[in-house]
């Protein structure tokens, strides 16, 4: 897409990643997370379409086009060799980015990629717009409430839901203070930030990975939750298999969204991993043994 590609800045260290996060998600509800990078880093945190003025979900083609929106950004900002982070949808972008133009990154981390179970993700390759528009994803993404009285209506919402049962009261305070924007002529009253629309929209539009996986160029490191329920066993068995040269570290207690459950662990483990990179020295490539010297 043309034009200026938004996106925040947190912290003012001299050598910058990049963060891509999760469908629904704007960069500031990561705060716990990037807090903890910040003191080393500047964190670059990319805002996808859904959070331009005017944007329309049915402009976008696939997640290439989010890809591609990242490529612009590093572009624009004649950024190359950066390190990215990336949650969900964020991690696969990052991940189609680097393939296309691997001279802008040096350092790849996804978390919670969405790589469907190859099978599923063949059958998914395969199936008409019309079938993907009704899926179980899109469908509770369309009926999802999107405004209420006041943020702290919002929250009380959010807090009984079981996505987010594992956050602490204040990575939700975070995602209600970015993630939600106020109705003009109905202060106090809020609606989300990122339209339910949008999130269906992308949600319609999950790629076949399997495809695309081998043609990184370098050792990645991929972070699991103990409890998701979007990176399957079968998926994980699989990435380990297809590169045993990535560094697959599945955090304990954890669900998809690990960087608002689990942000201080999740940043020491990122931390040790771009800071060893940077140092030259070798990134323990068992995932086992990864965990135990963070004591995840």
Same mark, same amino acid.
């Given at each position: 897409? +043309?034009?200026?590609?938004? !996106?925040?800045?947190?912290?003012?260290?001299?050598?910058?990643?990049?963060?891509? @996060?999760?469908?629904?998600? @704007?960069?500031?509800?990561?705060?716990?997370?990037?807090?903890?990078?910040?003191?080393?880093?500047?964190?670059?945190?990319?805002?996808?379409?859904?959070?331009?003025?005017?944007?329309?979900?049915?402009?976008?083609?696939?997640?290439?086009?989010?890809?591609?929106?990242?490529?612009?950004?590093?572009?624009?900002?004649?950024? =190359?060799?950066?390190?990215?982070?990336?949650?969900?949808?964020? +991690?696969?972008?990052? &991940?189609?980015?680097?393939?296309?133009? @691997?001279?802008?990154?040096?350092? /790849?981390?996804?978390?919670?990629?969405?790589?469907? @179970?190859?099978?599923?993700?063949?059958?998914?390759?395969?199936?008409?717009?019309?079938?993907?528009?009704?899926?179980? /994803?899109?469908?509770?993404?369309?009926?999802?409430?999107?405004?209420?009285?006041?943020?702290?209506?919002? !929250?009380?919402? !959010?807090?009984?839901?079981?996505? !987010?049962?594992?956050?602490?009261?204040?990575?939700?305070?975070?995602?209600?203070?970015?993630?939600?924007?106020?109705?003009?002529?109905?202060?106090?009253?809020?609606?989300?930030?990122?339209?339910?629309?949008?999130?269906?929209?992308?949600?319609?539009?999950?790629?076949?990975?399997?495809?695309?996986?081998? =043609?990184?160029?370098?050792?990645?490191?991929?972070? =699991?939750?103990?409890?998701?329920?979007?990176?399957?066993?079968?998926?994980?068995?699989?990435?380990?298999?297809?590169?045993?040269?990535?560094? /697959?570290?599945?955090?304990?207690?954890?669900?998809? &969204?690990?960087? &608002?459950?689990?942000?201080?662990?999740?940043?020491?483990?990122?931390?040790?991993?771009?800071? +060893?990179?940077? +140092?030259?020295?070798?990134?323990?490539?068992?995932?086992?043994?990864?965990?135990?010297?963070?004591?995840?």
């Amino acid at each position: 897409m +043309a034009g200026f590609i938004p !996106f925040d800045v947190y912290g003012e260290g001299e050598d910058a990643v990049l963060f891509s @996060p999760a469908n629904g998600y @704007p960069p500031g509800a990561y705060r716990q997370f990037i807090d903890h990078l910040t003191p080393r880093f500047r964190v670059l945190g990319v805002r996808h379409r859904a959070l331009w003025p005017e944007s329309r979900p049915e402009d976008l083609a696939g997640w290439q086009d989010v890809a591609d929106d990242t490529l612009a950004l590093l572009r624009q900002r004649n950024i =190359r060799k950066i390190s990215a982070i990336g949650h969900s949808l964020g +991690a696969v972008a990052n &991940m189609l980015a680097a393939i296309k133009e @691997p001279e802008r990154f040096e350092k /790849l981390v996804l978390i919670e990629p969405v790589f469907l @179970p190859p099978a599923l993700g063949a059958l998914n390759r395969l199936a008409p717009d019309r079938l993907k528009r009704k899926s179980p /994803l899109v469908a509770v993404a369309l009926n999802r409430r999107y405004e209420w009285d006041s943020p702290e209506e919002a !929250f009380a919402h !959010f807090r009984q839901k079981s996505v !987010f049962a594992r956050w602490p009261d204040e990575s939700l305070w975070d995602f209600i203070h970015c993630g939600l924007e106020e109705i003009p002529g109905r202060a106090p009253a809020v609606t989300l930030a990122y339209p339910r629309e949008w999130e269906a929209r992308i949600y319609a539009t999950v790629p076949y990975i399997w495809s695309d996986l081998p =043609r990184v160029d370098w050792p990645l490191l991929g972070i =699991r939750g103990e409890h998701s329920d979007t990176i399957v066993d079968s998926a994980w068995k699989k990435w380990g298999k297809m590169r045993p040269q990535d560094r /697959l570290v599945m955090l304990e207690g954890a669900g998809h &969204m690990i960087p &608002m459950e689990k942000p201080a662990e999740l940043a020491r483990l990122v931390l040790d991993y771009l800071e +060893a990179s940077a +140092a030259g020295k070798e990134t323990d490539p068992d995932p086992a043994a990864a965990a135990k010297s963070l004591d995840v």
